[in-house]
Protein backbone atom coordinates (compact mmCIF):
# COMPACT_ATOMS: atom_id res chain seq x y z
CA UNK A 1 0.00 0.00 0.00
CA UNK A 2 1.21 3.07 -1.01
CA UNK A 3 2.01 6.32 1.31
CA UNK A 4 -0.75 8.78 1.74
CA UNK A 5 -0.37 11.37 -1.23
CA UNK A 6 1.05 14.95 -0.03
CA UNK A 7 -2.18 16.93 -0.20
CA UNK A 8 -3.87 14.64 2.33
CA UNK A 9 -1.15 15.20 5.16
CA UNK A 10 -2.24 16.11 7.88
CA UNK A 11 -0.78 19.59 8.30
CA UNK A 12 -2.21 21.42 11.44
CA UNK A 13 -3.06 24.54 9.64
CA UNK A 14 -5.01 22.39 6.96
CA UNK A 15 -7.08 20.77 9.52
CA UNK A 16 -7.96 24.00 11.28
CA UNK A 17 -8.95 25.34 8.04
CA UNK A 18 -11.46 22.74 7.91
CA UNK A 19 -12.43 22.88 11.44
CA UNK A 20 -12.83 26.94 11.03
CA UNK A 21 -15.59 26.03 8.40
CA UNK A 22 -17.46 24.17 10.31
CA UNK A 23 -17.23 25.95 13.35
CA UNK A 24 -20.31 28.53 14.69
CA UNK A 25 -20.88 28.88 18.15
CA UNK A 26 -18.45 27.18 20.03
CA UNK A 27 -16.23 27.58 22.95
CA UNK A 28 -12.38 27.26 21.14
CA UNK A 29 -9.56 26.68 23.75
CA UNK A 30 -6.79 26.38 21.81
CA UNK A 31 -2.91 26.32 23.54
CA UNK A 32 0.13 27.90 22.49
CA UNK A 33 1.01 27.36 18.98
CA UNK A 34 -2.09 25.65 18.51
CA UNK A 35 -3.82 29.09 19.46
CA UNK A 36 -1.09 30.68 17.00
CA UNK A 37 -2.20 28.80 14.47
CA UNK A 38 -6.17 28.89 15.17
CA UNK A 39 -5.95 32.66 15.69
CA UNK A 40 -4.50 33.48 12.74
CA UNK A 41 -7.35 31.38 10.77
CA UNK A 42 -10.03 32.65 12.93
CA UNK A 43 -9.06 36.13 14.07
CA UNK A 44 -12.65 36.93 14.55
CA UNK A 45 -13.88 34.08 16.59
CA UNK A 46 -14.58 35.54 20.34
CA UNK A 47 -15.49 32.60 21.36
CA UNK A 48 -11.76 31.92 21.64
CA UNK A 49 -10.31 31.41 24.81
CA UNK A 50 -6.48 31.41 24.34
CA UNK A 51 -4.92 28.79 27.46
CA UNK A 52 -1.70 29.96 27.25
CA UNK A 53 0.52 31.09 30.43
CA UNK A 54 1.08 28.02 32.23
CA UNK A 55 1.74 25.10 30.21
CA UNK A 56 -0.89 21.76 30.26
CA UNK A 57 -3.59 23.60 31.27
CA UNK A 58 -5.78 23.77 28.28
CA UNK A 59 -7.91 21.35 28.62
CA UNK A 60 -8.84 21.80 32.54
CA UNK A 61 -9.70 25.58 31.23
CA UNK A 62 -11.90 24.02 28.54
CA UNK A 63 -13.39 21.60 31.28
CA UNK A 64 -14.36 24.96 33.58
CA UNK A 65 -15.78 25.96 30.63
CA UNK A 66 -18.17 23.27 29.89
CA UNK A 67 -19.32 22.59 33.15
CA UNK A 68 -20.08 26.18 34.02
CA UNK A 69 -21.48 27.08 30.22
CA UNK A 70 -23.49 23.22 29.69
CA UNK A 71 -25.14 24.91 27.24
CA UNK A 72 -22.34 25.20 25.04
CA UNK A 73 -19.54 23.20 23.25
CA UNK A 74 -16.46 23.58 24.25
CA UNK A 75 -13.55 22.74 21.39
CA UNK A 76 -10.14 21.74 22.97
CA UNK A 77 -7.06 22.25 20.87
CA UNK A 78 -4.42 20.45 22.87
CA UNK A 79 -1.04 20.09 22.06
CA UNK A 80 1.18 16.79 22.80
CA UNK A 81 3.44 18.11 24.85
CA UNK A 82 1.17 20.58 26.79
CA UNK A 83 -1.60 16.95 27.61
CA UNK A 84 1.92 15.28 28.68
CA UNK A 85 2.01 17.67 31.50
CA UNK A 86 -1.06 17.74 32.93
CA UNK A 87 -2.25 13.54 32.42
CA UNK A 88 -4.25 13.68 34.93
CA UNK A 89 -6.36 15.77 33.21
CA UNK A 90 -8.03 13.17 31.31
CA UNK A 91 -9.23 10.94 34.04
CA UNK A 92 -10.67 14.15 36.13
CA UNK A 93 -12.62 14.91 32.52
CA UNK A 94 -14.06 11.45 31.91
CA UNK A 95 -15.05 11.39 36.00
CA UNK A 96 -16.97 14.68 35.17
CA UNK A 97 -18.29 13.35 31.92
CA UNK A 98 -18.91 16.79 30.54
CA UNK A 99 -21.15 15.64 26.99
CA UNK A 100 -20.01 18.96 25.78
CA UNK A 101 -16.41 18.72 25.38
CA UNK A 102 -14.93 17.69 22.42
CA UNK A 103 -10.98 16.85 23.12
CA UNK A 104 -8.28 17.71 19.99
CA UNK A 105 -4.94 17.11 20.84
CA UNK A 106 -2.24 18.25 18.10
CA UNK A 107 0.56 14.94 17.78
CA UNK A 108 3.39 16.43 16.47
CA UNK A 109 5.87 14.46 18.45
CA UNK A 110 7.57 17.82 19.66
CA UNK A 111 8.29 20.87 21.74
CA UNK A 112 7.37 22.94 18.88
CA UNK A 113 7.41 26.31 20.99
CA UNK A 114 10.66 25.39 22.58
CA UNK A 115 13.64 24.21 20.25
CA UNK A 116 11.76 21.09 18.47
CA UNK A 117 13.02 18.72 20.60
CA UNK A 118 10.88 15.49 20.68
CA UNK A 119 8.11 14.68 23.24
CA UNK A 120 9.23 11.82 25.42
CA UNK A 121 7.86 8.68 24.06
CA UNK A 122 7.09 9.91 20.54
CA UNK A 123 6.99 7.40 18.96
CA UNK A 124 5.02 4.49 20.85
CA UNK A 125 2.65 6.83 23.05
CA UNK A 126 -1.12 6.41 22.07
CA UNK A 127 -3.27 9.30 23.15
CA UNK A 128 -6.04 8.06 22.19
CA UNK A 129 -5.74 4.92 23.88
CA UNK A 130 -4.94 6.98 26.86
CA UNK A 131 -7.90 8.72 26.90
CA UNK A 132 -10.53 5.36 26.10
CA UNK A 133 -8.62 3.76 29.78
CA UNK A 134 -9.25 7.19 31.15
CA UNK A 135 -12.61 6.74 30.38
CA UNK A 136 -13.96 9.30 27.57
CA UNK A 137 -16.87 8.42 26.35
CA UNK A 138 -15.10 7.92 23.13
CA UNK A 139 -11.66 8.31 21.61
CA UNK A 140 -9.99 7.77 18.27
CA UNK A 141 -7.17 8.69 16.07
CA UNK A 142 -7.00 10.78 12.83
CA UNK A 143 -4.28 10.89 10.46
CA UNK A 144 -5.38 12.61 6.94
CA UNK A 145 -7.21 15.60 6.24
CA UNK A 146 -9.49 13.30 4.47
CA UNK A 147 -10.68 11.57 7.52
CA UNK A 148 -11.03 14.48 9.35
CA UNK A 149 -13.04 16.18 6.90
CA UNK A 150 -15.42 13.45 6.76
CA UNK A 151 -15.33 13.23 10.70
CA UNK A 152 -15.54 16.82 11.72
CA UNK A 153 -18.90 17.59 11.69
CA UNK A 154 -20.42 14.58 13.54
CA UNK A 155 -17.56 14.68 16.63
CA UNK A 156 -18.92 18.75 16.97
CA UNK A 157 -22.75 17.41 17.56
CA UNK A 158 -21.36 14.25 19.68
CA UNK A 159 -22.00 14.05 23.24
CA UNK A 160 -19.17 13.85 24.84
CA UNK A 161 -16.64 13.66 26.04
CA UNK A 162 -14.83 12.38 23.17
CA UNK A 163 -10.58 12.79 22.77
CA UNK A 164 -9.14 12.60 18.94
CA UNK A 165 -5.93 12.71 18.78
CA UNK A 166 -4.35 14.47 15.35
CA UNK A 167 -1.71 12.57 13.86
CA UNK A 168 0.27 15.87 12.79
CA UNK A 169 2.94 16.75 9.62
CA UNK A 170 4.93 19.74 9.85
CA UNK A 171 3.61 22.78 8.32
CA UNK A 172 4.62 26.18 8.02
CA UNK A 173 5.30 27.87 11.22
CA UNK A 174 2.70 30.16 12.09
CA UNK A 175 2.67 33.97 12.57
CA UNK A 176 2.89 34.82 16.10
CA UNK A 177 0.67 37.51 17.36
CA UNK A 178 1.97 37.30 21.53
CA UNK A 179 0.72 40.87 22.23
CA UNK A 180 -2.65 39.95 21.17
CA UNK A 181 -3.06 36.58 22.96
CA UNK A 182 -1.61 37.13 25.91
CA UNK A 183 -3.66 40.36 26.17
CA UNK A 184 -5.81 41.74 28.60
CA UNK A 185 -8.78 42.77 25.75
CA UNK A 186 -8.65 39.41 24.48
CA UNK A 187 -9.74 38.27 27.44
CA UNK A 188 -12.70 40.84 28.11
CA UNK A 189 -13.80 40.18 24.50
CA UNK A 190 -14.16 36.50 25.48
CA UNK A 191 -16.30 37.27 28.40
CA UNK A 192 -18.05 39.36 27.21
CA UNK A 193 -18.70 36.87 23.81
CA UNK A 194 -20.11 34.12 25.99
CA UNK A 195 -22.22 36.11 28.03
CA UNK A 196 -23.94 37.17 25.09
CA UNK A 197 -23.95 34.27 23.96
CA UNK B 1 -7.25 31.22 77.72
CA UNK B 2 -7.34 29.21 74.04
CA UNK B 3 -10.67 30.66 71.74
CA UNK B 4 -12.40 28.53 70.69
CA UNK B 5 -11.57 26.41 67.19
CA UNK B 6 -13.61 27.32 63.59
CA UNK B 7 -16.03 25.08 62.50
CA UNK B 8 -16.34 23.33 59.32
CA UNK B 9 -20.43 24.18 59.36
CA UNK B 10 -19.96 27.71 59.87
CA UNK B 11 -17.47 27.85 56.94
CA UNK B 12 -19.42 26.20 54.75
CA UNK B 13 -22.27 28.44 55.84
CA UNK B 14 -20.30 31.60 54.50
CA UNK B 15 -18.80 29.81 51.32
CA UNK B 16 -22.44 29.55 50.39
CA UNK B 17 -23.23 33.10 51.37
CA UNK B 18 -20.32 33.89 48.75
CA UNK B 19 -22.38 32.38 45.88
CA UNK B 20 -19.37 29.64 45.49
CA UNK B 21 -21.38 26.97 43.42
CA UNK B 22 -18.21 24.57 42.73
CA UNK B 23 -15.84 23.00 45.03
CA UNK B 24 -12.86 21.88 43.59
CA UNK B 25 -10.94 19.81 45.25
CA UNK B 26 -7.59 17.44 46.07
CA UNK B 27 -8.34 15.94 49.28
CA UNK B 28 -6.34 17.21 52.40
CA UNK B 29 -6.61 15.82 55.78
CA UNK B 30 -6.44 18.96 57.71
CA UNK B 31 -10.60 19.80 56.20
CA UNK B 32 -11.65 16.20 55.31
CA UNK B 33 -13.72 15.10 57.76
CA UNK B 34 -14.47 19.11 58.54
CA UNK B 35 -15.23 19.90 55.27
CA UNK B 36 -14.56 18.04 52.19
CA UNK B 37 -17.04 15.19 53.64
CA UNK B 38 -19.60 17.14 54.41
CA UNK B 39 -19.07 18.97 50.89
CA UNK B 40 -19.98 15.65 49.78
CA UNK B 41 -23.57 15.61 50.99
CA UNK B 42 -24.24 19.37 50.71
CA UNK B 43 -26.24 20.22 47.96
CA UNK B 44 -25.76 23.90 48.15
CA UNK B 45 -22.59 23.17 45.80
CA UNK B 46 -21.10 20.69 43.10
CA UNK B 47 -18.09 18.73 43.77
CA UNK B 48 -15.62 18.75 41.46
CA UNK B 49 -12.57 15.93 42.33
CA UNK B 50 -9.46 16.52 40.28
CA UNK B 51 -6.28 15.00 40.00
CA UNK B 52 -3.58 17.76 40.67
CA UNK B 53 -4.41 21.42 42.36
CA UNK B 54 -2.97 23.31 39.65
CA UNK B 55 -6.58 21.45 37.27
CA UNK B 56 -8.22 23.44 40.08
CA UNK B 57 -6.83 26.65 39.38
CA UNK B 58 -7.50 26.63 35.55
CA UNK B 59 -11.00 25.40 36.59
CA UNK B 60 -11.54 28.11 39.28
CA UNK B 61 -10.50 30.65 36.55
CA UNK B 62 -12.10 29.38 33.62
CA UNK B 63 -15.38 29.46 35.21
CA UNK B 64 -14.69 32.95 36.51
CA UNK B 65 -15.68 33.92 33.04
CA UNK B 66 -18.75 32.07 32.51
CA UNK B 67 -19.55 34.33 35.56
CA UNK B 68 -19.45 31.05 38.04
CA UNK B 69 -17.70 31.28 41.27
CA UNK B 70 -15.51 28.25 42.23
CA UNK B 71 -13.58 27.57 45.48
CA UNK B 72 -10.48 25.67 44.97
CA UNK B 73 -10.25 22.97 48.43
CA UNK B 74 -6.71 21.50 48.50
CA UNK B 75 -3.56 21.70 51.03
CA UNK B 76 -0.76 24.15 51.12
CA UNK B 77 1.69 21.36 49.82
CA UNK B 78 -0.24 21.44 46.77
CA UNK B 79 -0.63 25.53 46.44
CA UNK B 80 2.87 25.43 46.42
CA UNK B 81 2.50 22.37 43.45
CA UNK B 82 0.23 25.37 41.55
CA UNK B 83 2.15 28.54 41.76
CA UNK B 84 2.94 28.79 38.28
CA UNK B 85 -0.78 28.41 36.94
CA UNK B 86 -1.74 30.33 40.15
CA UNK B 87 0.91 33.12 38.76
CA UNK B 88 -0.19 32.71 35.28
CA UNK B 89 -4.05 32.67 35.32
CA UNK B 90 -4.16 34.90 38.50
CA UNK B 91 -1.86 37.36 38.70
CA UNK B 92 -0.59 37.86 34.98
CA UNK B 93 -4.09 37.29 33.67
CA UNK B 94 -5.72 38.37 36.79
CA UNK B 95 -8.43 36.19 37.05
CA UNK B 96 -10.39 34.89 40.46
CA UNK B 97 -9.08 32.05 41.98
CA UNK B 98 -10.38 31.41 45.26
CA UNK B 99 -8.19 29.19 47.43
CA UNK B 100 -8.68 27.38 50.23
CA UNK B 101 -5.40 25.26 51.77
CA UNK B 102 -5.13 23.73 54.71
CA UNK B 103 -1.99 24.22 57.07
CA UNK B 104 -0.84 21.03 57.60
CA UNK B 105 1.17 20.11 60.74
CA UNK B 106 0.64 23.79 61.84
CA UNK B 107 0.59 24.38 65.65
CA UNK B 108 -2.83 25.90 67.18
CA UNK B 109 -2.20 29.01 68.11
CA UNK B 110 1.11 29.64 66.54
CA UNK B 111 1.28 32.02 63.14
CA UNK B 112 2.14 29.95 60.17
CA UNK B 113 5.54 32.07 59.88
CA UNK B 114 6.52 30.84 63.20
CA UNK B 115 5.86 26.84 62.73
CA UNK B 116 8.29 24.35 63.01
CA UNK B 117 7.21 23.38 59.97
CA UNK B 118 8.91 24.31 56.68
CA UNK B 119 6.27 24.35 54.21
CA UNK B 120 3.79 25.88 56.58
CA UNK B 121 6.41 28.54 57.22
CA UNK B 122 6.62 29.79 53.91
CA UNK B 123 3.17 29.85 52.53
CA UNK B 124 2.48 33.68 53.52
CA UNK B 125 5.77 34.84 52.68
CA UNK B 126 5.08 33.16 48.79
CA UNK B 127 1.56 34.83 48.66
CA UNK B 128 3.03 38.19 49.62
CA UNK B 129 5.59 38.14 47.25
CA UNK B 130 2.74 37.34 44.71
CA UNK B 131 0.41 39.87 46.12
CA UNK B 132 -2.40 37.58 46.88
CA UNK B 133 -4.32 38.37 49.93
CA UNK B 134 -4.69 35.90 52.84
CA UNK B 135 -6.51 35.35 55.83
CA UNK B 136 -6.15 32.61 58.57
CA UNK B 137 -9.05 31.00 59.32
CA UNK B 138 -8.31 29.30 62.84
CA UNK B 139 -10.45 30.51 65.79
CA UNK B 140 -14.35 30.77 66.16
CA UNK B 141 -15.05 33.77 64.25
CA UNK B 142 -12.82 33.67 61.77
CA UNK B 143 -14.98 32.41 59.08
CA UNK B 144 -16.18 36.17 59.19
CA UNK B 145 -13.23 36.97 56.76
CA UNK B 146 -14.50 34.44 54.13
CA UNK B 147 -16.97 36.44 52.40
CA UNK B 148 -15.49 39.65 52.11
CA UNK B 149 -12.45 38.00 50.94
CA UNK B 150 -14.11 36.24 48.46
CA UNK B 151 -16.36 38.97 47.07
CA UNK B 152 -12.98 41.07 46.81
CA UNK B 153 -11.40 38.60 45.06
CA UNK B 154 -14.15 39.03 42.24
CA UNK B 155 -15.00 42.31 42.44
CA UNK B 156 -10.87 42.84 42.00
CA UNK B 157 -10.62 40.06 39.21
CA UNK B 158 -7.24 38.75 41.58
CA UNK B 159 -6.43 35.28 43.98
CA UNK B 160 -7.47 35.00 47.68
CA UNK B 161 -6.49 32.48 49.82
CA UNK B 162 -8.14 31.40 52.86
CA UNK B 163 -5.55 29.26 55.05
CA UNK B 164 -6.91 26.72 57.64
CA UNK B 165 -4.63 26.67 60.68
CA UNK B 166 -6.33 23.57 62.30
CA UNK B 167 -7.30 20.10 61.79
CA UNK B 168 -11.02 20.07 61.24
Redesign the interface.
Not at chain 1, 15 to 24: D, M, N, Q, T, V
Not at chain 2, 67 to 74: G, N, Q, T, Y
Given at each position: MSAAPSSNAMRRDLSFKILARHIRDQIIVPVYQAAQEWHGIAPDHALT?Y?I??M??AS??????A???PDKRVVVLDGDGSLLM?L??L??IA??KPANLLHFVCQNGEYEANGGHPIPGRDQVDFAAMARAAGYRRADTIATLDDFEAKIAGLLVEAGPVFVALKLVAGPPPSQDYGFIHG?PT?AA??AA??QS | MSADPITGAAILDQIALSGIE?IVSVPDITTSAGLLWPIVEDQRF?L?????E??????????S????R?LLLIQYTGLLDSI??L???GC????PVCVMAGLLAKEPGVPPTQSKSFGVRIVEPILDAMQIPHALMEDAGDERNIRPAIDAAYARSYPTALLIGRQM
Amino acid sequence: MSAAPSSNAMRRDLSFKILARHIRDQIIVPVYQAAQEWHGIAPDHALTYYSIGAMGQASSCALGLALARPDKRVVVLDGDGSLLMNLGTLVTIANQKPANLLHFVCQNGEYEANGGHPIPGRDQVDFAAMARAAGYRRADTIATLDDFEAKIAGLLVEAGPVFVALKLVAGPPPSQDYGFIHGAPTRAAFKAALRQS
Amino acid sequence: MSADPITGAAILDQIALSGIEFIVSVPDITTSAGLLWPIVEDQRFRLIRVCKEDEGVSICAAMSMAEKRALLLIQYTGLLDSINALRSAGCEYKMPVCVMAGLLAKEPGVPPTQSKSFGVRIVEPILDAMQIPHALMEDAGDERNIRPAIDAAYARSYPTALLIGRQM
